[in-house]
């Protein structure tokens, strides 16, 4: 490996640092949409909560992008779903006992999540690098 690889990589790192530690202190955001199994109301329980949720993975990919200073995008993206695999992976495994499901349902349970949740990480991501690599200007510059 060369010192460019090197140094991209060392700065993925601190981004998905980055990204953890954001996602760790959104988590903590009460949430303002609660979720439900009523099917007569699918847009309050489900669209507006899994919209709430795309927004912080948003706000986090940003930050590790930013932070990052390369481009972030697979990283990101691989992070989120990463990170949703093992989140249905807990939920398969907790509702062993009572009722078996498989993955695949689980998915098919929380597709809206998964698919709003990759778009986000992706523009997250892209929006981070773009304002990462922005020029910057002094107030005194104007002058």
């Known amino acids: 490996m060369n010192k460019k690889n090197i140094h991209t990589l060392k700065r993925t790192v601190i981004g ?3 990204m953890t530690v954001v996602s760790l202190v959104l988590s903590f ?3 303002l949409f609660e979720s439900s199994n009523d099917p007569g ?4 329980s489900k669209l507006l909560p899994a919209v709430e949720q795309s ?4 706000v986090a990919a940003f930050a ?3 932070y990052a200073r390369v481009p972030f995008v697979l990283a990101a993206v691989a992070y989120f779903a990463g990170m949703t695999l093992y989140r249905f992976y807990v939920l398969v495994r907790v509702a062993e006992p009572e009722q078996p499901v ?4 689980v998915i098919a349970m929380n597709w809206i999540d998964t698919v709003s ?4 990480a992706f523009i997250g991501a ?3 690098f773009y304002f990462s690599k922005r020029e910057t200007y002094s107030l005194m510059d104007s002058f």
Do not use: D, E, R
């Not at 109301?41 to 309050?44: A, E, G, V």
């Not at 498989?102 to 349902?105: G, R």
């Open 41 to 44: 109301h699918f847009f309050l």
């Open 117 to 120: 949740g990759l778009v986000a």
């Open 29 to 31: 955001v009460p949430p």
């Open 55 to 58: 927004l912080k993975v948003a």
């Open 126 to 128: 892209v929006l981070g």
């Open 102 to 105: 498989s993955i695949f349902q």
């Open 64 to 66: 590790g992008a930013y």
């Open 16 to 18: 998905l640092l980055m």
